[in-house]
């Protein structure tokens, strides 16, 4: 029953990440053809405006001395000719909400403009330059500079329209990203949680013939021990705050969010400490940390990439590390990559108590936190917090309330990130 469970809950997940890898892709498609849409209505109304332009200046060298009417009459009738054809053709490439009114009061203002051009050339025929002028100069100058504002009022209603656009179908992305983060951290969590369940799970019994009376004592078959390690499972492992935390990282526009979320984050893991590092050529650089004082992270130095050290042996391999505590006393860590569309970016280094490590649950989350902190952190510059140097890794956290000490010991436990392989 529980392998059954086991695989149902794996082909959901599956399912669930094909899917949402579908809709990501038509998202793609129709932003590739918002794009390509606002491109080819750009293209045209320039061209518009183009052609109104050279309506006016053909029309004007009607009346110019020494210029003979009908090549210019030829260029004025295809520049309209070209520019009715644009005007019935436009609507279908635009998308902004008052594009097909304003494409109307084009086509309003292109039959004046012929009319216009019309009355000019009568006058020219009867030798009434100065009438042609005027028309030219007043009735027809007047057209095109309402169609040429139309049509830079309408570019810019299109440009505002694909912009809100490209921004709703990232909001989309967004959301397919933060509901998939959900749907596999509680798979995972599911499939994590299995072998804590089987404590609670009644052994076979032979069968007796007599019933129980009241006066005997029924024996729980699950023991307190066990149920003390589920109760505490349960307590560190709240998925309303996994998901909170999942979806204020896919909101992050700056860095300065960041701390308060990495103290979100220790807190689920159950960590008294962590550190943000990423990677710049062949080194992991430390950005960020939460639970260490200042002077700690001041004296941290960059890691190198085949450095003998859980931090570095994750960023090479990609996979997340464990660095198991010698005693009750001893801290251990963990370490997960952030992986990114290419490569491994970075690793969230979590120091926690004994035990935490061994934690299926907890390794899962670190995981998923890690993969969605991957989506931010990528698109600031990695400086590290420290000059070269030999320093630790973590140091025992800094008291609550308490001023940082410059000169603090290091912590035996977290510094074997730095000194002890994966």
Do not use: K
Not at 101 to 127: E, K, T
Not at 173 to 194: D, E, K, M, P, Q
């Amino acid at each position: 029953m529980r392998t059954r469970a086991a695989r149902l809950t794996v082909t959901l997940l599956v399912v669930c990440g094909v899917l949402a890898a579908s809709f990501l892709w038509i998202l793609e498609q129709r932003s590739n053809e918002s794009v390509t849409a606002l491109a080819d209505s750009s293209q045209r109304l320039a061209r518009m405006s183009d052609t109104i332009a050279g309506v006016g200046a053909a029309q004007r060298s009607y009346v110019a001395p020494g210029q003979l009417d009908e090549p210019w009459f030829e260029r004025t009738s295809a520049h309209l000719d070209q520019l009715a054809i644009d005007i019935g053709q436009a609507p279908a490439g635009l998308r902004s909400p008052g594009a097909a009114d304003a494409m109307q009061a084009l086509a309003d203002s292109a039959d004046a403009l012929v009319a216009a051009d019309a009355r000019a050339r009568q006058n020219l025929g009867i030798g009434q330059d100065m009438m042609a002028s005027d028309v030219i100069f007043s009735d027809g100058h007047n057209i095109i500079d309402t169609m040429t504002a139309s049509l830079r009022d309408l570019q810019a209603a299109e440009q505002q329209t694909h912009e809100a656009r490209l921004a709703s179908l990232t909001g989309q992305r967004w959301a397919a990203l933060a509901a998939l983060a959900v749907v596999w951290t509680l798979g995972l969590l599911a499939l994590a949680r299995r072998p804590a369940a089987t404590l609670a799970e009644p052994t076979l019994a032979e069968p007796t013939l007599a019933e129980p009376t009241l006066a005997e004592p029924v024996v729980p078959i699950e023991t307190a021990e066990a149920h003390d390690v589920l109760a505490a499972e349960d307590a560190a492992l709240d998925l309303t705050l996994v998901a909170a935390l999942c979806t204020d990282l896919s909101r992050v526009t700056s860095p300065s969010a960041l701390p308060d979320l990495l103290g979100r984050a220790a807190r689920i893991l159950d960590a008294s400490g962590l550190i943000l590092w990423i990677s710049a050529g062949e080194q992991l650089f430390p950005v960020m940390g939460h639970g260490y004082t200042p002077a700690v992270l001041a004296r941290l130095a960059p890691l190198a990439r085949q450095g003998d050290n859980a931090a570095a042996a994750a960023w090479r391999t990609g996979q997340l590390t464990v660095v198991q505590s010698t005693g009750p006393s001893d801290n251990g860590a963990i370490v997960a990559p952030l992986l990114g569309l290419d490569e491994c970016v970075g690793v969230l280094a979590a120091e926690v108590g004994h035990g935490v490590a061994d934690r299926p649950a907890t390794r899962a989350l670190a995981t998923v936190i890690a993969a969605q902190l991957a989506t931010v952190v990528p698109a600031w510059p990695a400086a590290s917090l420290t000059e070269p140097g030999t320093a630790v890794f973590a140091e025992a956290p800094a008291e609550a309330g308490a001023t940082p000490d410059a000169e603090a010991p290091a912590s035996a436990d977290a510094s074997a990130l730095n000194v002890r392989s994966a």
